[in-house]
């Protein structure tokens, strides 16, 4: 992936935000680089404004850090906030898995089996980026299934971090299988209106994630 310049597809503060979002998220912009406006912009093709409104956004929610007189640079991976993400995962994800096993209607179980299958065929080809796409909608399926807005509200923002962490585990084929079948048995509690199940299922699921992204990031960040 690189920073190129964008199609009026969307409120333009929403593209430049997503843009840079996604280049911290893959590793094109690492820990630690500077994040220049002037330099965005231009690679953008826009207004120095709307990068300035993006990048205040990315500050507020911790992706970038003040370089003293220097401007922003990105923030490192932070593992206090990648376990409180995973503590409050924890708590909240079985919770909405076992209220859309009630709730999901036949069009949103429809949508989720189709999530699950595109991912298991992007992971198998090794489209680590699609793969992580495809994972981050997968929660937010269950998310919209759970019918309680706080939840997809709590969770959002949080999800962003976790894709940083979480590409590195789903570049490795046989992880990004274990991941979508994990996912496909969460489905499958969903399905057929097992609250108890789907509530097993993910919490499950967000252990063991917890220990593959743990493992795999601060092996790679400590090394």
């Not at 932070?78 to 708590?91: C, G, K, M, T, W």
């Not at 198998?124 to 992580?132: E, I, K, R, V």
């Amino acid at each position: 992936m690189s920073i190129e310049s964008l199609q009026r597809t969307k409120p333009l503060v929403e593209q430049v935000y997503e843009k840079i979002l996604d280049a911290i998220c893959e590793g094109v912009l690492a820990p630690g680089d500077p994040v220049r406006q002037d330099e965005l912009a231009e690679k953008l093709q826009v207004s120095r404004q709307p990068v300035l409104t993006a990048l205040s956004q990315l500050k507020v929610q911790g992706f970038l850090v003040d370089r003293g007189r220097r401007g922003l640079q990105v923030a490192p991976v932070d593992r206090a906030r990648f376990d409180a993400i995973f503590e409050l995962r924890s708590a909240l994800e079985p919770l909405a898995a076992s209220l859309a096993a009630v709730r999901a209607t036949k069009g949103q179980v429809t949508a989720g089996k189709a999530i699950v299958q595109f991912g298991r065929k992007v992971a198998a080809a090794g489209d680590a980026h699609a793969a992580l796409l495809a994972d981050v909608d997968f929660h937010e399926w269950i998310y919209q299934a759970s019918g309680n807005p706080l939840v997809v509200q709590s969770m959002q923002a949080h999800w962003q971090h976790l894709r940083r962490s979480m590409g590195e585990v789903l570049q490795h084929r046989e992880l990004a299988r274990d991941v979508w079948n994990e996912h496909a048995a969460v489905l499958e509690a969903i399905a057929r209106g097992d609250a108890a199940g789907a509530a097993r299922a993910i919490g499950a699921h967000i252990t063991a994630a917890h220990d593959r992204v743990g493992c795999k990031e601060w092996q790679v960040a400590h090394s």
